[in-house]
């Protein structure tokens, strides 16, 4: 399993979540984030803003399906043809175990079992 | 060590931290986020209110985009992961969909800012 860590734009956030529900992958987690990039922010004027707002969505997904949500995702981030700064970063790392609260099933790369309590 | 992260009901949070406390598990980070499980959201729902529809509008309320939830971030040493997820399951476990979910992710190194150490030290022992 691997965890997909989005950051996009907020204004891309429903085009994303409704592109990767299409796909598929309606489970995902959403917070707000303020972050700077590569570009060391944004210089309007004298003033620079060095805490951009954004969203980090972030989803679990199998291996094999890593690198059709990846493209999903950057699908819906982008702004215009070819992208331009801002849009975004994507992280993968991986998970060794996931547990469903609610039926206490554990899952992991290799299979299903149930956690006794 | 390990990093245990768990999303979890919001009126479950006081609950939570008393029994990781009293499981010997002090120290966690905890923030809002919102979300969504493997519910289907008719995405055209939404599409056919913003056009004006009466028939969608009146189906707004029945479906719920995303959920507030309450995100927990734990690291943990290797030995103290399954008592850490046990606690978690036993207190949220209400048999419904919408308990939450907990994910184990590896971490490579943890320091203590205050005094420079590294490693397992650093984290809660019990």
């Known amino acids: 399993m691997v965890m997909i860590r989005a950051i996009i734009r907020p204004e891309k956030t429903d085009a994303v979540l409704e592109a990767l529900m299409e796909a598929g992958f309606p489970a995902v987690t959403k917070t707000n984030v303020v972050g700077r990039g590569k570009q060391r922010g944004i210089k309007i004027g004298e003033v620079v803003y060095d805490e951009l707002p954004k969203e980090m969505i972030f989803t ?35 998970v060794e175990e996931v547990y469903t609260i609610s039926s206490g099933i554990k899952e992991t790369t290799e299979k299903l079992e149930e956690v006794a309590l | 060590m390990k990093e245990v992260l768990a999303i979890i009901r919001m ?106 150490e590294q490693g397992d030290q650093v984290l809660d022992e019990a």
């Open chain 1, 60 to 94: 679990v997904v199998k291996e094999q399906d890593k690198d059709y949500v990846i493209k999903t995702i950057m699908q819906a981030a982008r702004t215009g043809d070819r992208g331009s700064y801002g849009d975004g970063k994507i992280f993968v790392s991986p």
């Open chain 2, 11 to 116: 009126n479950m949070m006081n609950k939570t931290k008393q029994a990781l406390s009293d499981a010997g598990i002090s120290s966690f980070t905890a923030r809002e986020c919102v979300g969504r499980g493997k519910g289907i959201v008719d995405y055209s729902i939404l599409k056919g209110a913003e056009k004006g529809y009466d028939e969608a509008i009146s189906q707004l309320g029945m479906s719920h985009p995303l959920v507030p939830k309450r995100w927990l971030s734990i690291v943990v040493p290797d030995k103290l992961v399954s008592k850490t997820v046990e606690t978690i399951i036993k207190t949220n476990q209400m048999g419904k969909a919408g308990d939450g979910k907990i994910f184990i992710l590896p971490v490579m190194e943890a320091y203590r800012i205050r005094t420079a």
